[in-house]
């Protein structure tokens, strides 16, 4: 009994001290293998009187059992320590630097944003997007808009043209969003809501005119719209892109060809800081021309202007995009220049919405 | 227009202030631009005398004078105006003044080592003019020591007001008043109807002849003065000149300038003693010239309206009168002319010949026809008044036309276009005031618009005249209904397209232009532009003359106009129209990029997380399919062709197409002779995407995705390398290993690219990796030999390739 004693004593002390899991291996072969010492004393059973057994038997199985525990309660110790090991060993440093995703560092022009912001507005008032080519004829940029030939009102648009033509016919580039009222008027019957966003274009060139510029016009035409339906469009459309609660319109008699009565509007506002704020203040800013659609453009469309009447204004989409986001200089808007599109233009998630507010 | 309170108030009778008339004049259409107070600015200068003037002991053009100043001892001041002379009353600013004109303010100084207390001003110092030659020469006996601004009237405001072209009324303070008035600002003062009658008939006659043409001129009236004497216009009507900026001549050249500003009724007057036989008002003829007024010459033609006598051209009929018989101060017998123009050969002759004058402003618009005779008299009355002399009876030719239009105008008008509620005596009320005839008292009522307002055309022009004089602040705001259910969509296919290709663009890193849409004629050139019709007549510059054919010009140099700054890696993309002829259906919408240097989609510049890398024409190609993804075209469908544009590297660009007619976008690297002619630097890859050749989304029945097949079996992956030849596409090969097996391959990827050892030369190996999806039943190793096989196969009848050993 004492050798098993001794023997028990010196294989726990071994598996306690086994540094690996292959030491330990070792250990188990050489107690519990086939040849091991336990394995050997178990085989002597046999040969035992019964008496013996008894004793031998139990003691055996309980050394036997006592050791299989030691060994498999060191192999654990042994793996937890092997992988904190490997795992000391895999650290890197978090801290290295990542660049930023394309979708982080990408930008949408303002142009496009404040158009996209335009059109959730109109879009949700039953307006549809119309569009028209930028080179035009002298008929739809002008005559069919009621500017006579020859009349000084032509001379207020710096127009670009094209080289006379062998027939005599001198095309142009479009000086407003208009000439797309007339297309729309005559290629579809009122009722008609439409926004025309587009570029336009006019000779001149300073600070605060480049020859390209862009224009969003409005149109309504049916049978009851009036100045008074045009001054509740203009205060929804401006509120809502403005994104404040109250805006106070002041209209004043103006002229423009194609529409009769013609207005400008002028906005209450803030200009006490370094920055125009809408809708609070007592300052007045013209931001818009509008007016009722002119029985001459009406009857130029083949609509009856005793049956149908209608509104439409203009503004600079650019324009827009100035006030809105504080850009102080309009020539920048074409130089492409990656500091600014970084600094003025949009994330391509921020898709305007009315529900998620349009800039935010 | 420009006009001062107290002219206004000449023709208006009001207590209203400054501030309420600006505020009115905006309101009623006449926006009010500027109110400029020159006193206030100039209320520290005085007048002084100059008491001694002496030669600078150090300059050869100055001069120190002895000034004085009203009060105290004399002030030594150093003058360098040619016209500093003993004697002289001019007006002095002392030390501590700001002198507008130079933006200075006085100080005491040594000139050339004499002390200056001060100096004497030029008119354009004082901003009352542009006249420098010398210092203000005041009448001597203009009082020494009064504030010069009291005393030349400057106290009194200008006005200055923006005027649309649709009112020449108001192209005279008369018809601003007479708006005012209506618009219940005081009254109307009535202006004379006295007629000077005539002592001796015109000995001067007057023929229109314009044979079987159009008359060009309508009506001419014609008088002589004799006998009077011309010189300096009176003070009063020099101010006025002065304050709205027009220098005054001499009186009877001033008192047409004051008639046009006044009356809104240009005149012409000649030296009647310069006047040879008639006159005649005819068509120009090619080849004559005309010195006008102006000191310029003028060659017209038979498109012109000219007077003309026996010495040929005297005027240009409204727009310039002639140098040979202007009026000067010699002058003892004046010929007035008052007439009607054919307002558009005014415009037209005036664009013609560049010549931009007040006469031309009105005539264009169109003046009262009814006033050609009343203002003639009270031309005459002026003249008579101001020079003396004895007046002719006055000639007309041709006759002054009525162009009475009657307007059947419903009242309900007014409510109907501006929503307004005006009762019937408003309206009436208004429309009388401005000067419409009216007659009827029923819901319709007769208008006639005054001839002073060629304007108006129609009931809409009356509805505008009722509005703006009650108030547009009357107009209530009204909600537009709304229309139909929530949410249509107003957005066409094209929106959609452009909006999509633009959003995945941005996401891919690239930042937004927007670029002119006219290019250098040499840049348009480079990518299959610069055709004549695209050309620009009158482009603001030489590098702005062409319409765009493609977007990558204006985007590969705005790269370079970044990379001059310092930030040569950048990413640029434009959604725009680009122009292929001048119909409207030329002109297409295109969706383009361009990566410079670096930018990469990973990032630009340096990286300690990957080796840094410089653009390649895969770059660009995996742009222009992303877009085309989001932009709806069936990418799994595209075919890639190499035959890109020139303006790429042919060996490194490819198309791609649905068909080999249909090109969707092209890619590449840009060719460095492209680069060498735009003069920038590469290395610079770019694409374009034609977003009007995407097929059109069919209209689905339904909006159901259909159920998810989804196999339970096991996909079985099987790897194959293939040495082909050099030149064969690897499109080729995917495409024949996918066709192998139309049924149990669902993918075939490309993992790896060789050249070199082990390859034979002109030679390289493609690895593919080929997804086996089994769908009845698991594939038994004979069966997937069998599919390796037929690859194999396939591969190498479409390839000439073998598998690699």
Redesign the interface.
């Known amino acids: 009994m004492s050798d098993l004693n001794t023997l028990e004593t010196e294989l726990l002390a071994a598996v306690e001290s086994a540094a690996s899991e292959a030491e330990l291996e070792e250990i188990r072969v050489s107690a519990l293998g086939k040849k091991g010492k336990i394995s050997e004393q178990m085989k002597t059973l046999g040969k035992m009187s019964p008496e013996e057994r008894q004793t031998m038997g139990p003691a055996l199985n309980g050394l036997k059992a006592r050791v299989t525990e030691a060994i498999a309660t060191r192999k654990t110790v042994l793996a937890e320590a092997a992988l904190e090991a490997r795992l000391a060993s895999e650290s890197v440093d978090v801290t290295?630097p990542?660049?930023?995703?394309?979708?982080e560092?990408?930008?949408?022009?303002p142009?496009?944003q404040v158009t996209?912001e335009l059109?959730a507005i109109f879009?949700?008032?039953?307006?549809?997007?119309a569009?028209?080519?930028?080179?035009e004829t002298d008929e739809l940029n002008f005559t069919a808009l009621n500017f006579p030939?020859?009349?000084?009102?032509r001379?207020?648009h710096d127009t670009?043209?094209?080289?006379?033509?062998e027939d005599g016919e001198?095309?142009l580039?479009r000086t407003h969003t208009s000439p797309v009222q007339i297309r729309t008027m005559r290629n579809q019957e009122p009722?008609i809501?439409v926004i025309i966003p587009g570029?336009t274009?006019r000779?001149?060139?300073d600070q605060t005119h480049t020859?390209?510029f862009h224009q969003v016009e409005g149109l309504?035409i049916d049978k009851a719209?009036?100045?008074?339906?045009l001054?509740?469009?203009l205060?929804?459309f401006l509120k809502a892109f403005f994104e404040v609660d109250n805006v106070t319109l002041?209209?004043?008699?103006?002229?423009f060809p194609f529409t009769?009565?013609?207005?400008?509007v002028d906005v209450q506002c803030d200009r006490s800081g370094g920055e125009v704020k809408i809708g609070e203040g007592s300052d007045w800013m013209e931001i818009l021309g509008c007016g009722?659609v002119?029985?001459?453009v009406l009857r130029n469309c083949g609509l009856d202007?005793d049956v149908y009447?209608g509104f439409a204004w203009g503004i600079g989409i650019d324009r827009l995009a100035m006030l809105k986001y504080g850009m102080p200089d309009l020539r920048a808007?074409?130089?492409?220049?990656?500091?600014w599109?970084?600094h003025y233009?949009f994330?391509?998630?921020d898709?305007p919405t009315l529900f998620g507010g349009l800039s935010s | 227009m420009k006009f001062t309170l107290s002219w206004l108030k000449e023709h208006l009778e009001t207590d209203a202030s400054l501030e309420e008339i600006v505020e009115k004049l905006t309101m009623i259409g006449l926006e009010v631009e500027e109110v400029t107070d020159r006193a206030a600015k100039l209320s520290h200068f005085k007048i002084a005398k100059v008491l001694d003037a002496e030669q600078h002991p150090n300059a050869d053009r100055l001069r120190v004078l002895k000034v004085d100043t009203g009060e105290g001892e004399p002030l030594q001041i150093v003058c360098g105006a040619p016209n500093a002379r003993t004697g002289l009353v001019g007006v002095l600013g002392r030390p501590g003044d700001y002198v507008p004109g130079l933006d200075v303010t006085l100080s005491v100084g040594k000139i050339r080592d004499v002390e200056s207390f001060g100096m004497m001003c030029s008119e354009r110092e004082l901003e009352l003019s542009e006249e420098h030659d010398g210092i203000i020469d005041l009448p001597e006996d203009a009082p020494v020591g009064v504030s010069y601004a009291e005393w030349a009237g400057l106290s009194d405001p200008i006005i200055e007001i923006g005027l649309t072209p649709n009112r020449p009324d108001c192209t005279g303070v008369y018809g601003i008043a007479r708006d005012l008035a209506a618009a219940g600002v005081g009254r109307l003062k009535e202006r004379s109807h006295d007629q000077v009658r005539g002592a001796f008939p015109c000995p001067t006659g007057v023929k229109l002849d314009f044979g079987e043409t159009k008359p060009l001129c309508k009506a001419f009236g014609l008088r002589l003065v004799k006998g009077i004497k011309n010189g300096p216009s009176p003070k009063w009507m020099q101010d006025r000149l002065l304050a709205i900026g027009l220098r005054p001549i001499n009186t009877l050249v001033d008192i047409t300038n004051y008639m046009t500003f006044d009356q809104g009724r240009p005149l012409h007057v000649f030296d009647a003693a310069k006047v040879k036989g008639d006159l005649v008002v005819r068509r120009g003829a090619k080849g004559e010239t005309i010195e006008g007024l102006n000191g310029k010459s003028y060659e017209v033609d038979d498109s012109i309206c000219v007077i003309s006598d026996d010495n040929g051209l005297e005027s240009i009929g409204g727009i310039l009168g002639g140098e040979i018989s202007g009026c000067t101060e010699e002058t003892t017998d004046v010929l007035i002319e008052s007439a009607l123009w054919d307002e558009d050969t005014i415009a037209a002759t005036g664009r013609k010949l560049g010549v931009n004058t007040d006469a031309r402003y009105r005539f264009e618009r169109g003046v009262d026809p009814d006033y050609m005779l009343p203002g003639l008299e009270a031309a005459t009355k002026l003249v008579l008044d101001l020079c003396g002399g004895e007046a002719s009876d006055v000639v007309v030719s041709g006759r002054v036309p009525d162009d009475t239009n009657i307007i059947e105008f419903p009242l309900s008008e007014v409510k109907r276009l501006s929503g307004i509620d005006a009762s019937v005596a408003e309206i009436n009320v208004v429309l009388k005031a401005l000067g419409f005839w009216i007659s009827g008292s029923g819901a319709t009522i007769k208008v006639a618009a005054p001839n002073w307002r060629p304007d108006i055309e129609g009931k809409a022009d009356l509805v505008e005249e009722v509005v703006r004089i009650i108030g547009l602040d009357r107009v209530p705001s009204t909600p537009l209904p709304r229309t139909g259910n929530v949410g249509a969509k107003v957005l066409t296919p094209g929106q959609i397209r452009r909006s999509r290709a633009r959003r995945s663009l941005a996401s891919r890193g690239l930042n937004e232009a927007v670029t002119w849409s006219f290019i250098a004629k040499v840049e348009a050139e480079a990518f299959g532009g610069g055709k004549p019709e695209l050309t620009l007549a009158n482009p603001i510059s030489s590098d702005m003359s062409e319409m765009r054919p493609s977007l990558l010009p204006g985007l590969l140099t705005a790269a370079q106009r970044n990379a001059d700054r310092g930030f040569p890696d950048v990413g640029l993309f434009e959604v725009g129209q680009i122009f292929e002829g001048d119909a409207p259906n030329d002109q297409k919408m295109v969706a383009a990029g361009i990566r410079r240097g670096t930018a990469v989609l990973e990032g630009q510049g340096r990286h300690w997380s990957a080796p840094t890398r410089t653009v390649s024409v895969f770059d660009a190609k995996a742009d222009a399919l992303a877009a085309l993804a989001a932009a709806g075209a069936p990418v799994d469908k595209l075919q890639v062709y190499v035959d890109a544009p020139d303006y790429f590297h042919p060996g490194r660009s490819g198309a791609l197409k649905l068909g080999p007619k249909n090109t969707l976008a092209v890619f590449g690297e840009i060719h460095p002779r492209t680069l060498g002619v735009l003069d920038i630097e590469g290395p610079l890859v770019g694409f374009e995407i034609y977003l009007d050749n995407l097929p059109v989304p069919k209209g689905k029945a339904s909006r159901s995705k259909g159920a998810l097949n989804a196999s339970d079996l096991m996909p079985v992956r099987r790897d194959f390398a293939f040495v082909v030849g050099q030149e064969v596409p690897a499109e080729t090969l995917l495409k024949a290993a996918r066709g192998a097996e139309k049924t149990l391959i669902s993918d075939v990827t490309l993992f790896d690219v060789y050249e070199g050892k082990g390859i034979p030369e002109d030679h390289k190996s493609l690895a593919i990796d080929v997804t086996l999806q089994p769908k009845q039943k698991t594939l038994t190793d004979e069966e997937i030999e069998a599919i390796g096989q037929k690859i194999i196969a396939s591969v190498q009848k479409a390839t000439g390739g073998t598998l690699r050993g």
């Open positions: 290295l990542l660049r930023p995703g394309p979708i560092s990408g930008r949408i022009h142009v496009s996209d059109t879009a949700d008032m039953g307006f549809a997007i569009e028209g080519p930028d080179i030939e020859g009349h000084p009102a001379e207020m670009f043209f094209f080289n006379e033509k001198r095309l580039l009722p809501r570029r274009y000779c001149d060139s020859p390209m309504v719209s009036h100045i008074g339906h001054k509740g469009t205060e929804e002041r209209f004043r008699p103006s002229f009769e009565p013609s207005m400008e009722m002119h029985p001459n202007p009447q808007f074409f130089d492409a220049d990656v500091r599109i970084q233009g994330r391509p998630l898709l």
